[in-house]
Antibody, heavy 119, light 108 residues
């Protein structure tokens, strides 16, 4: 059974750094693109970027380029999303997703990680 | 702003048919996929490719495409279909992915 299990909810202050994780299991982690999707409170889904764990090829949405870093450690089948300096506007639910062979369709979603940034 | 445009809200009477649309230039070259999201839950894939349903998705859900518009049709809408629906596809460059703004479906 394919599973994407994300790290738990975080409460941080503006300016702090953060790295959240997503562990894949039940499939070949290095053979599928892993992406991150943001959902701000009461808003829609925003695609942030993807990484191919097999070779670490990484692509970002222009809206998120330079704002976050996506990485992966294939030895432990885990992808990461990190911020160096959080802002209140980063408050959102973040989903890790697995893209199927099409490269765009998302066939599996993690349970989501709620990040709250507040002073 | 999204490169894929959806109507913010659509309503349908119980048991009737409803079409939710998604417009964008990239849809002339790539298929859209569709996701259903209920409150407090992660989205779920309901349609992908030309018109494919993942295991467990009822056959009242179907997809189609014409020109720059992709459509999700629910034939015989049920109360449990009330949810937000999102389309996604590649962007106009073909290298990245984009979601539509979402459509809130109300079943009356």
């Amino acid at each position: 059974e394919v599973q994407l299990v994300q790290s738990g909810a975080e409460v941080k202050k503006p300016g702090e750094s953060l790295k959240i994780s997503c562990k894949g299991s039940g499939y070949s982690f290095t053979s599928y693109w892993i992406g991150w999707v943001r959902q701000m409170p009461g808003k829609g889904l925003e695609w942030m970027g993807i990484i191919y764990p097999g070779d670490s090829d990484t692509r970002y949405s222009p809206s998120f380029q330079g704002q976050v870093t996506i990485s992966a450690d294939k030895s432990i089948s885990t992808a990461y999303l990190q911020w160096s300096s959080l802002k209140a506007s980063d408050t959102a639910m973040y989903y890790c997703v697995r893209h199927d062979s099409s490269g765009s369709d998302v066939d599996y979603w993690g349970q989501g990680t709620l990040v709250t940034v507040s002073s | 702003s999204s490169e894929l445009t959806q109507d913010p809200a659509v309503s349908v009477a119980l048991g009737q048919t409803v079409r939710i649309t998604c417009q964008g230039d990239s849809l002339r070259s790539y298929y859209a996929s569709w996701y259903q999201q209920k409150p407090g839950q992660a989205p779920v894939l309901v349609i992908y490719g030309k018109n494919n349903r993942p295991s467990g998705i009822p056959d009242r859900f179907s997809g189609s495409s014409s020109g720059n518009t992709a459509s999700l049709t629910i034939t015989g809408a049920q109360a449990e279909d009330e949810a937000d629906y999102y389309c996604n596809s590649r962007d106009s460059s073909g290298n990245l992915v984009v979601f539509g703004g979402g459509t809130k479906l109300t079943v009356l």
